[in-house]
């Protein structure tokens, strides 16, 4: 984690005009630094806009430009964390749906600021519009990605074309969101097996 | 909705000790029906155990010794439509896991007061630990209640009996949420078919 900051004054107008006019990625890289470090050290509980100005010693105006609210700023440092995970191919759909709910959902966010930060997320979301719509949107993209999993498994043969990707994506995905906003993460990390079986194959034995 | 009070005083203080000292379920629903009004009337945002109090013209005192907080308060609010449903018998497993998704879980968050309420409950359960416990306590007694689902298809001979419902159920109640938190339920309605026949049998086609 990088918090050395490559703006070095402490006055903020002339901090906000040399991030703000260059729109120097390393400066919004500074900003999700700050506020990563803000998250770490103090939760989510006293995280603002103001306090990561501070401790990036940009100007909020600047902050507001890239990022409109706090939890738009949460978000990204989430998604930071998401980017740097890739679906490695375990070569059956089965070992890729388990290894998708072990590292990218469950594994992921137990144990760290990640699912602290992304259940705030969710939270916000409720009751604000703003916040919603973000959800959604980041919602809709990781799902489109995660899909992958499933088209692998077409050209590998193991499922039809017709197979409908997205709702075995999204029974993946609720079951794991239920679970963190339950704060049952080790509860079901020892389901995973039994849940990926459910969904491939069913019910064993159901006659209807 | 019954917002007439059987107290009818003015007097902070006396309203407080006639309720408390009383136990009057008639109160308790008195206080209900004045938390339900309030929230129809003005949403989440502004909804307090004072506000509340004022409504009901009974005591903080009073309120607090039943809901120690807000959320338990709006939990009970929606605990009091959730009792007025009951699981019918359709005849088949899949006819009561649609129901279950469509009139149970969806169908009454839609359009409704509960679907609010209920978003708000979840959202204050991810920074509150009161908050969660309640909500953890109050999924665990849900979960119970609708395995009763599986075991009438146990009974009926559609699933063996080492059948697991609890995933069953799991797995339903997760896709629900996940969708109730996106604000899709829509989208989730149009696919209940889908979903309840992945969960009974798996996807077509699936070779592994």
Known sequence: MNNELDINVDHEETARRSIGARRN????????????ALLRE??????????????????????????????????????????????????????????????????FWQGSLCGTVYRAVVAEAQTDK?????????????????????????????????????LMIDLVVSFAWHHLLLGQLDEAMNRVPQVVNMILKGVPGYRG
Do not use: C
């Open 25 to 36: 990625p390393a400066s919004q890289e500074a900003i999700l630094d700050a506020a990563e």
């Open 42 to 107: 103090n939760g989510i509980a006293g995280f603002s806009i103001e306090a990561v100005a501070r401790r990036a010693r940009a100007g909020k105006p600047t902050i507001y430009r890239w990022w409109p609210h706090r939890t738009a700023l949460m978000l990204d440092v989430y998604k930071r964390f998401k980017n740097a995970k890739s679906f490695p191919d375990t070569g059956t759909l089965r070992g890729d749906l388990v290894s998708f709910l072990e590292n990218h959902l469950l594994g």
């Open 130 to 166: 703003d916040a919603a719509e973000l959800l959604q949107a980041y919602q809709a993209e990781r799902k489109l990605h995660s899909a992958r999993i499933v088209e692998r498994a077409k050209a590998r043969g193991e499922v039809p074309e017709e197979t409908d990707a997205e």
